[in-house]
């Protein structure tokens, strides 16, 4: 089946400083997610990209999906303490099923 | 109004034991999923329905049954359960399913065995 692969798995930032995380499939996707879980929380949908070369912008953070529809970036400008978690990119297999990636934990140090 | 509400929130419980898990959700969803986290992070697909019929099953132990009542409930009962159960499982409701919109997840559910 269809796989995310995603990374990186952890990332310790200083505060102020950029993140960014990476998702790539060996297989077209119709769209890709991203959801944030803060600690001790549960995921929270942040954004879907569906066509190809697709840029959007919630206020520090930009999320891209690759000309080929197989990659998909989260960047996230100037890191705030808020920001921690773990990040997950996820897309759909045969319709029905959201599989996530192994998603990518921020930690901030301020 | 607690969109997907799954309860316990918390469950400890000694190996062997039969437990269930409850989920509801008030969104009018017509799928609904439950996922495992591990101590990793992370989120395995378990289970996926569609009004009420069952879609997907993983490669999960039969020990693990949901049942869907009508389509705004997924319960999880499991059987006789192992150490290796432990983590915290995470039920979610969508609109279209997968290739549509957005996941809303519940609280969880942190199953400890002991």
């Known amino acids: 089946g269809q796989q995310v692969m995603q990374i990186p798995q952890y990332q310790h930032v200083q505060e102020g400083e950029d993140f960014t995380t990476y998702c790539n499939s060996s297989t077209t996707l119709s769209n890709i997610q991203w959801y944030k879980q803060r600690p001790g929380g549960h995921p929270v949908f942040l954004i879907q990209?569906?066509?190809?070369?697709e840029v959007k912008k919630q206020k520090r953070l930009t999320f891209q999906f690759g000309e080929a529809k197989k990659n998909s970036s989260l960047h996230i400008t100037a890191t705030q303490t808020t920001d921690v978690g773990t990040y997950f990119c996820?897309?759909?297999?045969?319709?029905?099923?959201?599989?996530f990636g192994a998603g990518t934990i921020l930690r901030v140090k301020s | 109004d607690t969109a997907v509400s799954q309860t316990p929130k918390y469950l400890v419980t000694q190996m062997g034991n039969d437990k269930s898990i409850k989920c509801e959700q008030n969104l009018g969803h017509d799928t609904m999923y439950w996922y495992k986290q591990d101590s990793k992070k992370f989120l395995k697909i378990m289970f996926s329905?569609?009004?009420?019929?069952?879609?997907i099953n993983e490669t999960v132990p039969n020990r693990f049954s949901p049942k869907s009542p009508d389509k705004a409930h997924l319960n999880l009962h499991i059987n006789s359960l192992e150490l290796g159960d432990s983590a915290v499982y995470f039920c979610?409701?969508?609109?279209?399913?997968?290739?549509?919109?957005?996941?809303?997840f519940g609280q969880g559910t942190r199953l400890t065995v002991v």
């Open positions: 996820a897309a759909p297999e045969y319709g029905n099923k959201l599989v």
């Open positions: 990209l569906v066509k190809s070369g």
């Open positions: 329905y569609n009004n009420k019929e069952l879609i």
């Open positions: 979610a409701s969508s609109r279209l399913g997968g290739a549509g919109t957005e996941a809303f």
